[in-house]
Structure formats: structure tokens, C-alpha cells
């Protein structure tokens, strides 16, 4: 391998914004290593080491990708520990958090993350073999935070600039951000939410995303039972 930078492997999919979050979400949830392990690896090498597991994983079963409940299961004791949903919910809402009582913030990181989970679990079926190429650290990086920049490769399309921003609260490194092509999926969700709450309030908000991830998690049901009787 060279030293210079870490090509990976992995499934396909199109490149929406949002889309490479989806493929790291999958990517931590084909991880099947110990957090131990985990917290011993370095910002670069814990992005690196969670999509090498990926295709081995997805080639030893591959119906795994068809199947969200068993995909959305696994995802919240593997995907989780690693994407700092919390920093993310408090971004997203920005200064709507100072102002959220603590039940509303609770309330609002269980909506969020159910929200981010539903809608990456769903296009993980969509890879197809594209390459992500993670560049080594980039200058000073402040203690406990780090920026890692990555390169997919698409087959028959152009390049996509990816950058995962990541920060260390405690020993694990933890995933808050991701942007690509200069789009932040924090950013994109803090812009519609900040106008949902001006015109409606955050409970009006809450209230919709939970019953949006009641509906999808009823669709995902079906989804299952259908294919169990086909």
C-alpha cells in the first residue's frame, strides 16, 4: 500500500449530497472489530479500516445490503458509538439548541439520528464499485479534532471531494460532519430546519420527524414482510 494515501474498495451508489455519509454509515456498520481496537487507530486509519471491511463482509453475504431491518439492528450497536450524533443535532439546530429545553434537545437527537439512519440505510443497496481514496492529514491539526480529506472515484464519472471532520471527546475518534463537493450535511439540515422552526417551532418540528420515522419504519416493515412471503 502506498504511503501516501489509502485506496479502499466498496460497493456503489450514486452521489447525492449526503450520499458518502450513507457509505461511511455502512461502511462502520460492516466493522467488526472491538471499540478497543477502535480507539487505538488514528483519524485516517479508523475511516480506512472500517470501508476495508466492507467488501469481504458484503461478499460473505451479500443479501445483507437487501435487508434494512437487519442492516438498521446492527447499525445501532456498531454505527452509532462512532458518529458523534449528539455534536451533529447540536450543530443542526445552532442557536435553536441554547433556546431548546433539555426534553426538546433529547427528544430531537433521537429524531435526528433515527432520520439519518432511515435515509442511509435505504440507498446502501445502491453500490456498485467505486473506489474512495483517503489523503494523509493536511498540516497542523488541533489536538482532538481532525479534518481527512478523501477522493472517490467513480467508474464512469468524475471525481467527488469528500472531507470527514472528526473530533475525539474521549478515546474513540467520533465522525460530527461530512461534506461533499464544499456541501455539509450539517449545514445543508441546519439551512431547512432553521426555517421549520422560525415558522412552526422546534416541537412542530420534532412532531413531524417523529411521525415521518414512524411511517419509514412501517415502510421498512413492509418492505421485509413482502420479500419473507415472496
Not at 84 to 99: A, E
Not at 153 to 182: A, C, K
Amino acid at each position: 500500500m502506498s504511503r501516501n494515501n489509502y485506496d479502499v474498495k466498496w460497493g456503489s451508489g450514486l452521489f447525492c449530497r449526503g450520499a458518502v455519509l450513507q457509505w461511511l454509515l455502512y461502511g462502520c456498520l460492516m466493522l467488526l472489530v472491538s471499540r478497543t481496537a477502535m480507539a487505538e487507530q488514528g483519524p485516517v486509519e479508523m475511516l480506512q479500516l472500517m470501508t476495508s471491511t466492507l467488501e469481504s463482509v458484503v461478499k460473505n453475504d451479500p443479501d445483507i445490503i437487501y435487508d434494512e431491518s437487519r442492516l438498521r439492528t446492527i447499525a445501532h450497536e456498531v454505527v452509532l458509538p462512532h458518529v458523534d450524533i449528539r455534536t451533529m443535532s447540536r450543530w443542526v439546530l445552532g442557536k435553536n439548541w441554547r433556546k431548546a429545553t433539555p426534553e426538546q434537545r433529547e427528544n430531537f437527537v433521537v429524531e435526528f439520528r433515527d432520520l439519518l439512519l432511515t435515509t442511509y440505510l435505504r440507498q446502501v443497496k445502491t453500490y456498485s464499485g467505486e473506489t474512495a481514496r483517503f489523503l494523509p492529514l493536511r498540516g497542523e491539526q488541533k489536538e482532538g479534532q481532525a479534518v481527512v480529506n478523501a477522493e472517490i472515484l467513480q467508474p464512469n464519472g468524475p471525481v467527488i471531494h469528500t472531507i470527514f471532520r472528526l473530533h475525539q471527546p474521549q478515546q474513540e475518534w467520533m465522525i460530527y460532519d461530512v461534506s461533499v463537493e464544499g456541501i455539509s450535511l450539517v449545514a445543508t439540515h441546519r439551512s431547512g430546519f432553521s426555517t421549520e422552526i422560525r415558522n412552526s417551532g422546534i416541537d412542530a418540528l420534532i412532531s413531524r420527524l417523529h411521525k415521518l420515522n414512524e411511517s419509514n419504519l412501517g415502510d421498512s416493515s413492509d418492505v421485509v414482510e413482502k420479500e419473507s412471503a415472496s
